[in-house]
């Protein structure tokens, strides 16, 4: 895998340089020192992915991610002196297609190696990603459940990556508090600013959100955002748990590992949702749901800042509807308003 380097720190990028290649499968496509740099080498060599520093003079990374996202497009890992107090602007950059974030390792904690292994752990992930390294083996389907579906609001669980958080943000904007139904999201984030994720979209609906916890039942009104490097994954009929199998899928959680136990396991309706992001992960789990019999949506290609697990889901017959970002909140409630009302008879 070619890597790009982009940070306006010596010292930093010395440090990205040499984590970079203590993996020999990995190689270094250019270094820049900025945004407006970094734009300039997109555009004549695109990389296999960018490592982007996000607070760089002339153009930050956020504008420089935007800038690569639209005219050379490739995968962009933020790497930020800390991602946690730079939540803000990551995700930002994960908004204009960044696909996750991690801390820039630093030489004076420690050892190098040590210290860069979240890095190079994200590496690994973002290969599989990008279709450069096999999965060793498909995941192992959820047993069915017992028993008739129940009568009861739609679940609706939904599915994101890069882009994802602005996505998340317009689509929770616009549900009404009154929203009937539980809201269930996986979004790829790193679980150490999870928290920060469910934070920042809470102030953007009227909505309750928090990071799920094992044992959680999904309940109306609420959304619960997947918070673990584990696959969220339902564990009965109602509740949700953490589980480390598959190992080998490409991201912690995954929306296919996700979206696949809920087909097997929820006894009532469901509402499945993949939006913005690069990848494949989630096509095949909302394949599942809509084999399943229930309802399933993807975010069209105009409004996508990455169309590539939306496009993966067209590509399955997975979607039964494709819809504009704007469009899915309003389909969304009534489809749940519809579900909730109660049954009238004709005497």
Known sequence: ???????????????????????????????????????AECLTDTPDLILMDLIMPRMNGVQATREIMTRCPCAILVVTCSVNENARMVFEAMGVGALDAVDTPSPG??????????????????????????????????????????????????????????????????????????????????????????????????????????????????????????????????RLGYCCEPKDAFYLPSVDVFFESVACRWRGPVIGVILTGMGRDGAKGLKRLRNAGFHT?????????????????????????????????????KRCSAASKPATHSL
Not at 313 to 325: D, Q, Y
Request: hydrophobic share 45%; aromatic share 4%.
């Open 1 to 39: 895998m070619r890597i790009a380097i982009v940070n306006d720190v010596p010292i930093a990028a010395e440090a990205l340089r040499r984590a970079v290649l203590s993996r020999g499968e990995y190689e270094i496509a250019w270094v820049a020192h900025d945004g407006v740099e970094a734009v």
């Open 109 to 238: 904690e420690g050892n190098l190696e040590k210290v860069s292994e979240p890095l190079l752990q994200k590496l690994d992930s973002m290969q599989g990603l990008l279709g450069l390294k096999e999965r060793r083996k498909p995941c192992a389907p959820p047993e069915p459940p017992s028993g008739k579906r129940e009568t009861q609001p739609p679940l609706v669980v939904i599915g994101a990556s890069a882009g994802g958080p602005s996505a998340l943000a317009e689509v929770l904007g616009k549900l009404p508090p009154q929203f009937p139904s539980p809201i269930v999201i996986v979004q790829h984030v790193d679980e150490q600013f999870a928290a920060s994720l469910a934070s920042w979209l809470k102030g953007q609906t009227a909505l309750k959100v928090r990071v799920a916890v094992e044992g959680d039942v999904p309940t109306p009104g609420e959304v619960l955002l997947a918070g673990r490097s584990e696959h969220l994954v339902l564990t009965g009929s109602r």
């Open 297 to 333: 949506i993807a975010q069209n290609r105009e409004t996508c800042a990455v169309y590539g697990m939306p496009k993966a889901a067209f590509e399955e017959g997975a979607a039964i509807e494709v819809l504009p970002l704007s469009d899915i909140s309003a389909a969304l409630c």
